[in-house]
C-alpha cells in the first residue's frame, strides 16, 4: 500500500533532492577527474565530447549510489519508514531461532559419584613398637605401617578406583589431632591428592551423595 499523507510526500521529495545532490556532485567529480586525466596522464586535452561523457556517467553513477543509500534499496514511498522495506524484526523464527533446550527438570535423579576408601588408624605412645617409625595401621586389622606404606597403598587405590579416593583416619588410644603422626598423614594425604576425612566425615559424605 502506498501512503500519501505529508510526511512521506515530504519525506520522498527530500530524498529525490538528495540523489540530484548526489548527480551534481558525481558530475564535478568527473570534470575535475578527466582534466587531471588530461595534464598527468595524455598531457594533452581530450575531445569535448569525452570530457562531457565522463561527466555525466560520474553523475549518474553518484546518483545512483546516493539512492541506494537514502531510498534502502527500493524507491516506494509505503509505510515502511523513509521510503525502504519494513524491516521490523520478527522473534521467533525459524532461521533466526537458537537451538532448543531441554528444560531442567528438579525431579530428574542426580548420577552417584563413587568414592573409595582407604582407611588408616594413626597410633601414637605404647601402640607403636619402641624405635619403630611405623604409626599407621591400615585396615582394621592390618599390620603397622609407615608412611610410604600408606602412600604406596593410596597410590594403588587410586588406579583401580573408578571413582574419587579418600583417605579415611580414625586414631588409636593414645593419638590425636596434635600428634606428629597425624599432621604428617595430612601432608602426605595433601601430596597424594586425596581429601582427608574421619571416619564420621566419610558416613556424612556417603550419605549425602547417594
Known amino acids: 500500500m502506498f501512503d500519501f499523507s505529508g510526511e512521506q510526500i515530504s519525506k520522498f521529495a527530500t530524498n529525490c533532492l538528495i540523489v540530484a545532490g548526489g548527480f551534481v556532485a558525481g558530475y564535478l567529480f568527473g570534470a ?5 586525466f588530461d595534464k598527468l596522464v595524455i598531457h594533452r586535452q581530450s575531445p569535448h565530447e569525452l570530457h ?11 546518483a545512483v549510489l546516493v539512492a541506494l543509500l537514502v531510498f534502502g534499496g527500493g524507491l516506494g514511498v509505503g509505510g515502511g519508514g523513509s521510503g525502504g522495506p519494513d524491516r521490523t524484526p520478527t522473534t521467533g523464527s525459524p532461521a533466526t531461532a537458537g537451538p532448543a533446550t531441554k528444560p531442567t527438570d528438579p525431579n530428574e535423579p542426580v548420577a552417584k559419584v563413587e568414592v ?18 611405623k604409626f599407621y595401621r591400615l585396615g582394621e586389622a592390618g599390620e603397622p605401617a609407615d608412611r610410604g606404606a600408606v602412600l604406596a597403598a593410596v597410590g594403588e587405590r587410586k588406579k583401580a578406583a573408578k571413582g574419587a579416593v579418600v583417605l579415611v583416619y580414625e586414631f588409636g588410644r593414645e593419638a590425636g589431632p596434635n600428634t606428629i603422626a597425624f599432621t604428617e598423614l595430612a601432608t602426605d594425604a595433601k601430596q597424594a591428592g586425596v581429601q582427608l576425612m574421619s571416619d564420621d566425615e566419610y558416613r556424612k559424605f556417603v550419605k ?3
Do not use: H, N, P, Q
Open 52 to 62: 562531457k561523457a565522463v561527466r555525466i556517467l560520474c553523475g549518474l553513477l553518484a
Open 116 to 133: 573409595e576408601a582407604v582407611r588408616v588408624r594413626v597410633l601414637a605412645g605404647t601402640e607403636v613398637e619402641k624405635g619403630s617409625d
Open 32 to 36: 575535475l577527474a578527466a582534466v587531471g
Open 208 to 210: 549425602a551423595g547417594k
